[in-house]
């Protein structure tokens, strides 16, 4: 079992940044779980954002954020990081916090474990 909690979402207007958090809990050392975020907003079906593999040797980025987020992580703080730059109104969702044995498994929204979710609201 893997508990997550992300932190760090908030209101923030077209252009601002922002960081997200998710702390990890688990029985089992953090780098042995790929990390991922992932988002929806109201009527719209969850969308895969970002992953990191294990010890971040890999990442990999939705087309509509490449450029503008970058995915970290420190494992020594069993902590993922998502750093959001040039935010859109359309970046205007609730950002899940993932985690799964394998990397390919994130990136197909498939992941085992997922956080509550922080809410992230890009004003126009």
């Known amino acids: 079992q893997v508990q997550l909690v992300e932190s760090g979402g908030g209101l923030v207007q077209a252009g601002g940044s922002l960081r997200l958090s998710c702390a990890a809990s688990s029985g089992r050392t953090f780098s042995s779980y790929a990390m991922g975020w992932s988002r929806q907003a109201p009527g719209k079906e969850r969308e895969f954002v970002a992953g990191i593999d294990w010890f971040a040797a890999s990442t990999y980025y939705a087309e509509s954020v490449k450029g503008r987020f970058t995915i970290s992580r420190d494992n020594a703080k069993s902590t993922v990081y998502l750093q959001m730059n040039s935010l859109k109104p359309e970046d205007t969702a609730v950002y899940y916090c993932?985690?799964?044995?394998?990397?390919?498994?994130?990136?197909?929204?498939?992941?085992?474990?997922w956080g509550q979710g922080t809410q992230v609201t890009v004003s126009s």
């Open positions: 993932n985690a799964d044995t394998s990397f390919s498994t994130i990136i197909r929204k498939a992941a085992d474990y």
